[in-house]
């Protein structure tokens, strides 16, 4: 999906998708693809629920992810799902210019992060939000580490803490791939930001997991980051 359509809600529960369409002004590329289908209908929740995805809030997510959070609360999603690409990082984001017109690139990358937690994820409120890492977050002087630090109330959250601990309870490290489910269904957040993912201590985790039982899993991001850029297009696939 280019630039300037809309978010896309999902429905879990083998039911297809609604037409929800073109609620929003829109965010750039959004992404949902399924891997390892497997379906068992009986084990599905009677009723339909969905959720919300998108990636890459660059330059404009201070704008319209206020929107964003407001929709998936009033189309009563279950969680939210943000596939990466947080801050531009190698310049200026577009809307924090328009605000901070003065600011100096070492004051706008000191903030870009606690920026994106304040006007991107707190309109959320309760609404359960999901983070995945993207290339521009691996953008010096961003790295890795630093995601993971600033992230790790949102990568330790409790639905993805105790899934790690079920899959394997001495497994006590917070990283930037991870896996919950939902109604039967595996969600699984990989990491591919940089050229040395998947690395093979992820390939190693996603090959255990993708042995688990489970009813039907989707998977993302599922774009390569030999890139080094998000797409301009995405898909959706509804069970």
Same mark, same amino acid.
């Not at 809309?6 to 590329?29: C, Q, W």
């Given at each position: ?11 879990? /529960?083998?039911?297809? *998708? ?28 009677? @009723?339909?629920? #969905? ?45 924090? *210019? ?10 706008? +990358?000191?903030? /870009? ?6 006007? #991107? ?22 790295? *890795? ?9 949102? +990568?330790?959250? @409790?639905?993805?803490?105790? #899934? ?10 917070? *990283? ?17 930001? @940089? ?6 201590? #992820? +390939? ?13 899993? @989707? ?5 390569? /980051? ?14």
């Amino acid at each position: 999906m280019a630039m300037g359509k809309s978010v896309k809600f999902m429905r879990g /529960a083998l039911r297809s *998708r609604g037409p929800i369409g073109d609620v929003l002004p829109a965010i750039a590329l959004l992404l949902l693809a399924m891997t390892g289908l497997s379906i068992a209908p009986a084990a599905f929740a009677a @009723t339909p629920w #969905q959720f919300a995805v998108s990636a890459d809030s660059r330059n404009c997510g201070d704008v319209v992810m206020p929107s964003i959070a407001a929709a998936a609360r009033a189309h009563h999603a279950v969680f939210y799902w943000h596939l990466g690409d947080l801050r531009a990082i190698y310049d200026f984001d577009e809307d924090f *210019r328009v605000l901070h017109p003065n600011a100096t690139i070492a004051e706008y +990358l000191s903030t /870009a992060w606690p920026d994106f937690e304040r006007n #991107q994820i707190e309109p959320f409120a309760d609404l359960p939000f999901f983070v995945g890492i993207g290339n521009h977050e691996t953008i010096p002087p961003k790295s *890795r580490d630093e995601f993971i630090v600033t992230f790790a109330d949102w +990568l330790n959250a @409790t639905v993805i803490r105790e #899934q790690r601990l079920k899959d394997d309870p001495h497994d006590h490290k917070v *990283r930037t791939y991870y896996h919950w489910r939902h109604e039967g269904v595996d969600f699984i957040n990989l990491d591919n930001a @940089t050229a040395d993912e998947f690395d093979a201590a #992820q +390939l190693k985790w996603l090959t255990a997991v993708l042995q688990m039982p489970s009813v039907i899993r @989707t998977c993302g991001p599922w774009w390569s /980051a030999c890139t080094r850029h998000s797409p301009r297009a995405s898909r959706a696939v509804t069970a």
